[in-house]
């Protein structure tokens, strides 16, 4: 990190009343790189640090059409877990989990991450044998999570309605205690500034129109500040990723549907948990100043529509409330919405493409945000070495057609 990023800079800064100094910078646009990144979220930008720290290639520009976080990692509500339903899914998230762990420290920038643990509620006895075999493939592979019943769920969340009587009655629920949030701004801006410290480019407002392809090789990116040259084009995008693959002549079987959420006003903390329910389709946490994050399941119908609708909160709230009556009273300020583009098998695609190249880390539906950290590491050991990580082989995007589908339906219901 530079200088003016120590504790002594910060503080002299203040006393002085200085100019708070931009966290990265703006630059002319280059006509050629050794990377393009499509994209600045966090997978964009991770990769784009990775590339840089770990393996040396500092010629790198994120392209983003808008600004840093300003998609998808900027609308979700950054909840973090590793608790998967196959093994590919559990030591994938599971890595990511063990990179947030360390990366405050790595980027020397605070991302609040708070472990708080996870619960998912069953409330039916297919639902608590799937929560028992989510269970068994996680401690198989060494992750700590486990069935827990009433009283234990009780304990966790006092306001929790778990009582008999409840109309959907709560009959235990998988317990994750290193799930947690993350707060994704701080996660954007912490690359952001750690890459461009490291010499990569970041430019915002500038929308790729075009990826150049010729005798089955990408040559580079036009866009609407100009055209780039580059052996190596990343798409990074989340709503439209199957557009811009398009543009590089690459069909990606992704369906794009909006995923809603809301934030109430701040109250006393009450809630130490991730909370969430596959059968009422709901998921809850309460940040660090008080407000509880409601989310739900991803709106049933395709869209690029980011705008909230009045039925998402009455739907929202009533299924809240059958879980916590007593927060009746609390109000919403305000609901938002975000893209999710969604795979057959409810995994992401990852790697190579038939375009030379051109790879992509898109198709992560509702669960995008919590895999930065290792899908920006993976990608970036791939475009380094050439060579597939083996911790994301199996998302590749040949699966589809091959039939080696990766099914995390059983624990993406809801997304959280």
């Not at 998808?72 to 890595?95: C, H, K, M, Q, W």
């Not at 998912?120 to 999570?145: F, P, Y």
């Not at 409601?294 to 879980?323: I, K, N, Q």
């Not at 975000?338 to 198709?363: A, E, I, R």
Request: glycine share 10%; hydrophobic share 40%.
């Amino acid at each position: 990190m530079r200088a003016k990023y120590s504790a002594w800079g910060l503080i002299r800064a203040g006393l002085l009343k200085q100019a708070w100094p931009r966290a990265w910078r703006d630059h002319e646009l280059a006509p050629a790189y050794d990377v393009v990144v499509i994209g600045a979220g966090v997978h964009g930008l991770a990769t784009a640090y990775y590339l840089a720290a770990r393996h040396g290639i500092r010629r790198v520009a994120v392209l983003d059409r808008a600004y840093v976080g300003g998609g998808g990692s900027g609308r979700n509500t950054a909840i973090v877990r590793s608790n998967y339903l196959t093994p590919e899914g559990v030591r994938f998230y599971d890595r990511s989990v063990k990179l947030y762990e360390s990366l405050a420290s790595e980027l020397n920038f605070n991302v609040m991450f708070s472990q708080r643990g996870h619960l998912t509620l069953a409330h039916d006895d297919a639902s608590l044998r799937t929560m028992r075999w989510r269970a068994e493939v996680n401690k198989h592979e060494g992750i700590d999570s486990e069935v827990i019943g009433p009283d234990e769920i009780s304990r966790l969340v006092p306001l929790m309605d778990t009582s008999p009587e409840a109309r959907y009655p709560i009959l235990g629920a998988l317990h994750h205690p290193p799930g947690g949030t993350v707060r994704h701004d701080a996660v954007n801006w912490g690359y952001a500034r750690a890459a461009d410290t490291l010499g990569v480019q970041i430019h915002e407002n500038t929308e790729v129109t075009g990826i150049d392809v010729r005798d089955g090789r990408v040559r580079g990116v036009r866009t609407t500040r100009g055209d780039v040259s580059a052996p190596v084009v990343l798409s990074c995008t989340a709503g439209w990723a199957s557009l811009v693959s398009e543009l590089a002549g690459v069909h990606l079987p992704i369906v794009t549907h909006p995923l809603q959420a809301a934030v109430t006003e701040p109250v006393k903390p009450f809630l130490r948990t991730v909370v969430v329910s596959g059968t009422l389709h709901v998921y809850v946490s309460q940040t660090a100043r008080g407000e509880l994050v409601f989310g739900a399941s991803t709106d049933s119908y395709p869209s690029y529509s980011t705008r909230g609708s009045l039925e998402f909160t009455e739907e929202l709230a009533g299924h809240v409330l059958e879980l916590m009556p007593s927060i009746a009273r609390l109000r919403v300020l305000r609901q938002w919405a975000g893209l999710c583009d969604m795979t057959p098998d409810f995994s992401p695609v990852m790697g190579v493409t038939p375009v030379q190249g051109f790879y992509v880390d898109v198709g992560w539906g509702t669960y995008g945000f919590k895999a930065g950290p290792v899908a920006g590491e993976a990608m970036a050991q791939l475009i380094a070495s050439g060579r597939t990580p083996e911790l994301i082989a199996s998302f590749d995007l040949a699966r589809f057609a091959e039939g080696r589908l990766v099914g995390e339906r059983g624990a993406a219901a809801v997304g959280h």
